[in-house]
């Protein structure tokens, strides 16, 4: 069956365009101009890959609103922004809402096509069976690098595949500075400076919403990341 991708655009001639050119390559696309018609469709069934405008007509921050509404239910769906707004203060708002990646409309159709596809392969993996030889753990950190699944001290974290990919990146080295342009490696994203603190900001709070003492990211200025080993008085 094919992979169902949901486009929420309100510009009818772009939106036909993305989605003739992702029928091109075996998608099933479905179009919403929208956020009340997006969000309504999509309570029904979530898609394999949402790609949503900001601006939704009137609603200048509808893109948003739908973002923060699919991200709350399902951590793992890949959301990408494609917009025309390429403020550094929306890349970020987008961003810590929960969005793997973020596009501007100049990209080109092969770029685009590029981005999405490298963020559906490591989804895909999500659908197969648990496997052991997949699992990696570090402290009290375990993770499912076949099913994209981590939890803290046994209490799961609902990482997008973007954070999922950079902790995965850090923990494997603990104690090893990792940049920002290694993270961005990591996850398969291109991201400016501000962009992947917003990640690291929104990866922090996810794991302290389960555990108060997480310290195990720390930030190693004008360098970049590094884990560290954390005793969190619990075995593991």
Sequence with gaps: MPQHIA??????????????????????????????????????????LAI???GLGEDAEGGFELCRELRSRAPELPIVFLTARDSELDIISGLRLGADDYLTKDISQAHMLARINALLRRVRAL????SGEH??????????????????????????????WMVHALA??????RSRQQLMD??????????????????????????ERFEAIETAYGMGYRWLEQDTGQAT
């Design 127 to 130: 659908r197969a069976p648990e």
């Design 135 to 164: 699992q990696f753990s570090r402290g009290a950190l375990a993770l499912n690098t076949e099913r994209m699944t981590a939890s803290w001290s046994g209490q799961a974290v609902a990482l997008t595949v973007t954070e999922f």
């Design 52 to 54: 949503i405008d900001v």
């Design 7 to 48: 486009i929420v655009e309100d510009e009818p001639a772009l939106a036909e365009n993305y989605r003739d050119a992702l029928q091109r390559q075996g998608f099933r696309v479905s179009l919403f101009a929208a956020r009340d018609s997006a969000a309504t469709a999509l309570r029904e069934q979530l898609p394999d």
């Design 186 to 211: 990591a996850a398969n994203v291109v991201l400016d400076d501000s962009s992947i603190t917003s990640h690291i900001k929104r990866i922090r709070r996810k794991f302290l919403a389960v555990d």
């Design 172 to 177: 494997r080295h603990p104690g090893h500075v």
